[in-house]
């Protein structure tokens, strides 16, 4: 009796196996999961690429707001050094919305500098000379992207964006001294794309 009663349950079990793995219920079941992961995979994957994205795009910004504040005050000072100024509003205006400590500077205030305290600072080896203010420049770049190499092309792009949007404020070209700094910059950023595979010759045509 005990060995019929096993037998019994054997069958019973196997019949409910089959019945579960035919049940078109579980199947619509198990694919609905896998339609909901597949979903939630994709969803993910859009989400993470909106963020990065968004990511570069403001890192761009960032840089470009740093290079237009570098340029800016490299040029006052530039002009502050001069002897004739051409539009001495403009000078002041933009001065007053120069953020300093932004970028490091804690020297004298430069509406109060001298001629030629203005020279000693836009000098070779001055604060907003063109090796300092472009190292401040690439350096910022290249610090804040690391070896992200979307992040350093974006940031090379920033800083074109921030000299043009210096210019743009100026009204007109920039002088020759923030011209080789722009270059300088970009030589520095092109050095580190270079060193991570990229060929700056061929991205930069």
Do not use: H
């Amino acid at each position: 009796m005990a060995i019929e009663n096993v037998k019994g349950s054997l069958e019973y079990s196997k019949d409910l196996q089959s019945a579960m793995a035919s049940n078109p219920l579980k199947k619509e079941t198990t694919s609905e999961i896998q339609r909901q992961k597949n979903i939630q995979e994709a969803a993910s994957k859009i989400d993470a690429k909106a963020l990065m994205t968004s990511y570069v795009v403001e890192f761009q910004m960032n840089v470009s707001s740093t290079s237009e504040n570098n340029f800016n005050s490299q040029n006052s000072v530039s002009l502050l050094g001069g002897s004739a100024l051409s539009n001495p509003d403009r000078l002041t205006s933009i001065l007053n919305g120069l953020d300093l400590n932004a970028i490091g500077y804690k020297g004298k205030p430069l509406q109060e500098l001298t001629s030629n305290e203005a020279k000693a600072l836009i000098a070779e080896d001055g604060f907003f000379g063109i090796a300092k203010t472009s190292a401040r420049i690439a350096d910022f770049v290249i610090a804040g992207a690391g070896d992200d190499v979307e992040k350093l092309k974006a940031g090379r792009e920033g800083v074109i964006r921030g000299y043009n949007q210096a210019q743009k404020a100026w009204g007109g070209e920039l002088p020759d001294i923030s011209k080789e700094t722009l270059q300088k910059s970009l030589e520095k950023i092109d050095k580190r794309l270079t060193e991570l595979g990229v060929n700056v010759l061929e991205e930069n045509v």
